[in-house]
Nanobody, 121 residues
């Protein structure tokens, strides 16, 4: 599966952004979709995943209550709605696909190219 992330940009603290990740292929609903992020000088970290049906989600503690992951299987797209953004959320955000409900970066087989989110204070 090929992934294409978009929607990043510059936003002030407290603002919102919605990231999108478009996937190719006919078996999109079979994949767990996730968002990761990598801040400058830091390792890539898990942000959220959503099950193939969309019925289950999981979030990193740092974004819980502020970010929402969702998917549209008819459109082969996964979203990350980010509200109440903080400067610490500044990072390159990546979408990823896997067949298991895991949070480890190394377990994800397919990655998008990343989209930069910058939150100014």
């Amino acid at each position: 599966v090929q992934l294409q992330a978009s929607g990043g940009g510059l936003v002030q603290a407290g603002g919102s952004l919605r990231l999108s990740c478009a996937a190719s292929g006919r078996t999109f609903s079979r994949y767990v979709m996730a968002w990761f992020r990598q801040a400058p000088g830091k390792e890539r970290e898990f942000v959220a995943w959503i099950s193939g049906s969309g019925g289950a989600t999981r979030y990193a503690d740092s974004v819980k209550g502020r970010f929402t992951i969702s998917r549209d299987n008819a459109d082969n797209t996964v979203y990350l709605q980010m509200n109440s953004l903080k400067p610490d959320d500044t990072a390159v955000y990546y979408c990823a696909a896997n067949t298991r409900l895991v949070v480890q970066t190394s377990e994800y087989n397919y990655w998008g190219q990343g989209t930069l989110v910058t939150v100014s204070s």
